[in-house]
């Protein structure tokens, strides 16, 4: 039986570059995959979304430029061609993680790998099962979607983000049962195509996790799109009647009964525990449980990304990869979540870093806030672009920079400074005193700084 000192389960962004960082320090690595390298991410996740985003933000871009005397006669699109370019994005992209396993001499064994207590691993396929041990384990198998138990449910045929992407054809209407991340960013995307689009959400409003004030624009731009946004609702039955799905939603107003060619379910995600079904291992819930070093309770095994909860986001299972695979190779390193981005790629997008309002005033009792509208911007006048904010939080003594959330174009392009800022302890005089290129978007954060500085003053002055 082959052993390894590092196995890495599951080839997603927390697996893969757990690998990676494993064979830096010289280790023999293998990765275990049963699926597509890349995980979630790269084939179900970020990247296919983000692709059609683009389609979406280029029609938008399209309809707005009539505005500015740029015509089109008869704008059309191919959702054959879209979803083609789409497939050749991903799998470019898998190549490249191919190769960089490859290069990191990381052996790859394809198949289900489940885990036994002596640190052995057996690997089912369809082809053959095989067992090899290891010193180490990083258990990085992320998590599939959640579907709520539904009257009817079991008698439809729906679709979840696991599926979604592999639409032949472009439906005439779709409901999204979830208004979160997930929910939103594909209402925007089925908006852009000019289909019928819902969304039914549980909570009171969108994005329930967002700052109020970004959620709400999102909404209105949403509604603007003619998007029907359905909130405080819940899905009591669903059934299906001449290839159309018949939900019955309850609301505040009574029972509304919605018909709808493709159903999806975006109602969040559940951890994958094929691989440790015969461990005991501590849960934190229904995810597994790992110290700020991203050890299970089980010592030499450790676990990142989706399948440990908490943010479920790419960067973040990377980042918990490189510290697990450090520790695993004997280098002493701990997660640090105080600088977590957080993206929704909408239109316009929301980028946010560090405390929300609500938490920084919770943490540090009193904040001074100061959000800089994009309606100042010359360089958003000159796009057109006016739809948006940035939002500074800050200690009101020292001037720490303690979250920052943007709303805007290109946000998710720029939430990077505000990070640095918050991991470096930055404050906003420092902010303030750098210099920004003009004119940018960018130096919305500046001008926030800088009326922020004012704004402390004169408060000094007022309490004075
Ligand atoms: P995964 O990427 O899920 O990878 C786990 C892998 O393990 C899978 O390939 C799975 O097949 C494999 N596996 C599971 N069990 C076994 C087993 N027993 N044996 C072998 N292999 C196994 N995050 C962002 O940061 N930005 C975004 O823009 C973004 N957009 C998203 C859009 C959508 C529609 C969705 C669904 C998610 C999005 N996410 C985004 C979240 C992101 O995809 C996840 O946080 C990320 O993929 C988690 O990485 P992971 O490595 O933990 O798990």
């Not at 004030?213 to 949403?222: F, G, P, V, Y």
């Not at 039955?237 to 939603?249: G, L, N, T």
């Not at 559940?270 to 991203?294: D, E, T, Y």
């Amino acid at each position: 039986m082959k052993n390894y000192e590092v196995v890495v389960i599951g080839a997603g962004p927390g697996g893969y570059v757990a690998a990676e960082e494993a064979a830096k320090y010289s280790k023999s690595v293998a990765i275990i995959e049963n699926n597509h390298l890349g995980g979630t991410c790269l084939n179900s996740g970020c990247i296919p979304s983000k692709t059609l985003l683009r389609h979406s933000e280029v029609i938008e871009m399209m309809e707005k430029a009539k505005d500015w005397g740029i015509e089109f006669n008869n704008v059309t699109f191919s959702f054959e061609k879209m979803m083609n370019r789409k497939t050749k994005v991903i799998e470019q992209l898998r190549n490249g993680i191919l190769g960089l396993l490859k290069h990191a001499n990381v052996d790859i064994y394809h198949g289900t790998a489940t885990i036994h207590s002596n640190r052995q691993i057996t690997i089912d396929s369809e082809a053959k099962s095989e067992i090899i041990s290891a010193d180490k384990i990083i258990i990085a198998t992320g998590s599939k979607p959640s579907i709520p138990p539904i009257k009817g449910i079991g008698n439809i045929s729906f679709h979840t983000s696991d599926t979604i992407f592999e639409l032949e054809k472009l439906p005439t209407s779709v409901v999204i049962v979830g208004g979160g991340v997930i929910g939103v960013e594909f209402a925007c995307i089925f908006s852009s195509l000019n289909i019928e689009v819902t969304i039914i959400e549980m909570g009171e409003q969108l994005l329930a996790t967002e700052d109020l004030e970004a959620a709400s624009l999102i909404t209105k731009k949403l509604k603007k799109s003619k998007v029907n946004i359905i909130t405080s609702a819940r899905v009591q039955e669903i059934s299906e009647h001449q290839h159309q799905k018949v939900i019955q939603v309850e609301t505040m107003n009574g029972v509304l009964s919605i018909e709808t060619e493709v159903l999806l379910f975006a109602t969040g995600r559940a951890p994958n525990l094929s691989a440790v079904s015969k461990l005991n291992l501590m849960k934190n819930g229904s995810f597994i449980a790992v110290n700020r070093q991203m050890e299970t309770s089980v010592p030499n095994i450790y676990a990142v990304g989706d399948v440990i909860g908490g943010w479920q986001l790419a960067h973040v299972a990377s980042a918990e990869g490189v510290v697990a695979a450090s520790n695993a190779c004997g280098i002493f390193k701990e997660t640090d979540y105080k600088a977590v981005p957080r993206c929704i790629y909408s239109s316009p997008e929301i980028a946010s870093v560090g405390l929300s309002v609500k938490e920084a005033k919770e943490k540090r009792g009193a904040v001074l806030v100061e959000t800089f509208p994009f309606t100042a911007s010359g360089k958003a006048i000159a796009m057109d672009e006016r739809t948006g904010f940035i939002k500074l939080i800050a200690d009101p003594v020292y001037g720490e920079i303690l979250g920052v959330i943007m709303v805007g174009p290109h946000v998710t392009e720029m939430i990077s400074e505000a990070s640095s800022f918050i991991h470096l302890e930055g404050t906003v005089d420092e902010l303030a005193s750098l210099i920004h290129p003009h004119p940018t978007l960018s130096e919305g954060i500046w001008e926030a700084a800088r009326n922020w500085l004012s704004k402390q003053r004169n408060s000094q002055v007022i309490s004075i």
